[in-house]
Structures are given as C-alpha cells and as structure tokens.
Nanobody, 122 residues
C-alpha cells in the first residue's frame, strides 16, 4: 500500500532551522498534491503548507509564511519542508499527506504519514 515516511524532526532552540522530508512509495507521486500538517497536544490538526502536483503552486498558513518553504522533487518522490526561524509555538507532530490532483488546505487528503516530532525550546 501507499507509504509516506517523514524524517528530519528533532529538538532545536528557538531561531533554529530544520528540514523535514517525506518520501513516498507505491504512489503516483507526480499526480498528487502534497501537504504538511501539524498537530500540537490537545489541538486540532492544522494545515501548514501545500504544493501542487507539478510544484508550480504553493500555499502556506499565515503563521508560517516567510519562515517555512515547501518544495518537492518528483524524480525522488519526496516533498520537503524547510523551516527557518523556528518558534516554540511551532512545536508539534508534523505530518505529510498526499491528495490526488488538487491541493487543499483542509485535512481532506487521501494518504498520511506517521508523523515526526518537532520540538522548539525557548
């Protein structure tokens, strides 16, 4: 079945950077929009960033605009999230997700990874 495997999370200090990766397998990667979501304890899962299937269009949550960058490499079936100027409020489990054809900012995605923890200390 389809697998999405995130990596790159960790514990960092405020102001630091991290790059998350999500490798997809058994998926027609270039036909799927990809999204990053996050969920903090006791909170709803929220949209962070998304990228169209071709990579030509991106969307970001207001809280991360100017700090996070989503990108994809269709040859490697991988999507990335570069996170700069991290803040303690960015602490959450980060999930990547795949959605056939169209990008969405809601959790209406077809496939999900298992998540990777990002913790930002003050």
């Amino acid at each position: 079945q389809v697998q999405l495997v995130e990596s790159g999370g960790g514990l960092v200090q405020a102001g630091s950077s991290l790059r998350l990766s999500c490798a997809a397998s058994r998926l027609t990667f270039s036909a799927h929009a990809m999204g990053w979501f996050r969920q903090a304890p006791g909170q709803e899962r929220e949209f962070v960033a998304g990228i169209s299937s071709s990579g030509g269009f991106t969307e970001y949550a207001d809280s991360v605009k100017g700090r996070f960058t989503i990108s994809r490499d269709n040859a490697k079936n991988t999507v990335y999230l570069q996170m700069n100027s991290l803040k303690p409020e960015d602490t959450a489990v980060y999930y990547c997700a795949a959605r056939y054809r169209t990008l969405a900012t809601t959790p209406a995605y077809d496939y999900w990874g298992q998540g990777t923890q990002v913790t930002v200390s003050s």
